[in-house]
């Protein structure tokens, strides 16, 4: 039988959340705010999220039949939600290679952290900010460091002219600007 018509089984969790790919051998930097937030939301889940919703299902729970409680049913749903966020969140964590931007404060080379002015050949301008896959945010700015355009900056110094691969085309970008957060006081 071909394997088109076999069911699937039940037990199986579609719903796990992959991880985002990380260039083989490669690490998953990221920046001190962004562990920080990635935490955060963890302890969040941990401490408040989690035990309110264990309240609620248990509450549910005493109701009587679970079948059609739609508190509980609903709870369940959300434990498992958020199980599922806590489990991804701590293999990330795990993972993370803390780094320092503010270190190449002053620096006119691209590294990881750096915010980046650049035109391209249309004499369009952007501004970039290369940061950690778990952090990153396109409609902020704020791209991953192994993104194609993170990946074409990198090394790159200002004034340099550089190619970037576009699926209709092959971009020439020029490095206008290149700026660090300064260290911490």
């Known amino acids: 039988m071909s394997k088109a ?95 320092e931007p503010s270190l190449h404060h002053g620096n006119d080379q691209v590294f990881f952290g750096a915010t980046v002015r650049y035109v391209d050949d249309l004499e369009e301008e952007r501004t970039v900010t290369i940061v950690g896959i778990d952090e990153s945010d396109s409609s902020a700015g704020q791209v991953s460091w192994v993104s194609p355009i993170a990946r074409t900056l990198l090394k790159a110094r200002v004034g340099d002219v550089l190619r970037l691969p576009m699926p209709e085309r092959v971009a020439e970008i020029e490095v206008l600007d290149v700026q660090y957060p300064a260290a911490p006081a």
């Open 5 to 99: 018509f076999t069911k699937e089984s039940d037990d199986a969790d579609e719903d796990e959340l992959q991880l985002p790919a990380l260039p083989p051998g490669g690490k998953n930097y990221i920046t001190t705010p962004g562990y920080k937030r990635l935490r955060d939301e963890l302890l969040q889940l941990i401490d408040v999220d989690r035990p309110q919703v264990v309240e609620v299902v248990h509450w549910a729970a005493s109701n009587g039949d679970r079948s059609e409680n739609g508190d509980y049913l609903y709870g369940k749903k959300r434990l498992r939600e958020i199980d599922r966020r806590i489990r991804f969140l701590t293999r990330r964590l795990e993972m993370a290679v803390v780094t």
